[in-house]
Each structure stands twice: as structure tokens, then as C-alpha cells.
């Protein structure tokens, strides 16, 4: 079981070192245009620089972790299910495979949670009508 979490850990780690290089492969929809032609600041390209405003850049950072956190606590669940099932009456494992299940719901509740507290911290300081 060990040796399956920290598959699982090192897997996820990869994926979110690497995930950011996917959006270097963007494209500039505006290549080849002036400003004016665009229809953007000339300056909004010059600095690389993202036009969201720092409490959003800080929302989506934390949607994506706690979507990764989210992911992980049901992948546990899963592999805490497989426990539960191949432990062929053995009690030892199946009071482990319990204890991961509930350790997983515990995650996905925390996910949750993480995920209402960014959007209502997020709508506070946008000033939103909405949560």
C-alpha cells in the first residue's frame, strides 16, 4: 500500500511540475498585428505579465491545488476500496482499508471546504453580489 501512495504522490508531483509548461504552448492570437489592429494597450504584451488582477491569479492558483487535493483524496478512496476488497478476511487489513477510506472522505470534505472558503474570501474582496 505504501509503495502504491508514493506512486500516487510522485505521480501527481509530475503533473504539477510539468502542467504549467502546457500553457507555454499557447498561441498569441494577436501575432503579426500592431496594437491597434489587435485592439489591446501595446503595453499589455511587453511586460509577459498576466492581465488578471492578483486576488484572481491567487483564486485560480488555489482552485487548481485544491482541484489536485480534490483528485488525490478520491484516488485514495479507490485505492482504499481495493484494499478493503482483497483483504479476503484478513482483519488487520481491512481496519487499514477502513482507516484510509475514512481519511479519504476527511480529504474530499477538506477540499470542499478549501474550495468554499476561496470563493467567498474571492467574492469578498471582489465585492461580488454573488456566492
Not at 97 to 126: E, F, H, Q, R
Request: charged share 10%; with cysteine.
Amino acid at each position: 500500500m505504501l509503495h502504491i501512495i508514493k506512486n500516487v504522490f510522485w505521480v501527481s508531483v509530475l503533473f504539477v511540475v510539468t502542467g504549467p509548461y502546457l500553457a507555454l504552448a499557447q498561441t498569441n492570437p494577436c501575432a503579426g498585428l500592431t496594437a491597434w489592429e489587435c485592439g489591446r494597450d501595446i503595453n499589455a504584451y511587453s511586460t509577459g505579465l498576466p492581465e488578471g488582477s492578483v486576488i484572481g491569479i491567487i483564486s485560480a492558483t488555489l482552485s487548481w491545488l485544491l482541484a489536485i487535493l480534490g483528485f488525490i483524496a478520491i484516488a485514495g478512496f479507490v485505492i482504499a476500496g481495493l484494499m478493503y476488497l482483497t483483504a479476503a478476511g484478513d482483519e488487520g487489513q481491512a481496519e487499514k482499508a477502513k482507516n484510509a477510506m475514512k481519511y479519504s472522505i476527511i480529504g474530499v470534505i477538506v477540499a470542499l471546504m478549501g474550495y468554499v472558503v476561496i470563493l467567498a474570501v474571492d467574492s469578498w474582496l471582489t465585492a461580488s453580489t454573488y456566492f
